[in-house]
């Protein structure tokens, strides 16, 4: 199982961006998919998951911000960022557990400049 993430950039406080996490070599359903993401200096942090049923949580300083979603068809997860913020700078790393087990993407830089 390979994870592709894409989507991250630099924008300016207050814009949004849409990150993008595909599954690829699936056979059976993913069951969790999610994002973390680490700033320069910090630990990794949990912002968003879904389970394969739709059911989402998320970390309270994104909450009202940010929407978590997925294509089961398309074995893919998305990360809406709206009204993004200076302290949202991170490399974001999306997540499927499958099968039992973690797979992780390699990450895309969100910068989020004052």
């Known amino acids: 199982v390979q994870l592709q993430a894409s989507g991250g950039g630099l924008v300016q406080a207050g814009e949004s961006l849409r990150l993008f996490c595909t599954a690829s070599?699936?056979?059976?359903?993913?069951?969790?998919m999610g994002w973390y993401r680490q700033a320069p200096g910090k630990q990794r942090e949990l912002v968003a998951t879904?389970?394969?049923?739709?059911?989402?949580n998320y970390a309270d300083p994104v909450k009202g911000r940010f929407t978590i979603s997925r294509d089961n068809a398309k074995n893919t997860v998305y990360l809406q960022m709206n009204s993004l913020k200076p302290e949202d700078t991170a490399v974001y790393s999306c997540?499927?557990?499958?099968?039992?087990?973690?797979?992780w993407g390699q990450g895309t830089q969100v910068t989020v400049s004052s």
């Open positions: 997540y499927a557990d499958y099968r039992w087990r973690n797979y």
């Open positions: 070599g699936v056979i059976f359903r993913i069951s969790a």
């Open positions: 879904i389970t394969s049923g739709g059911t989402t």
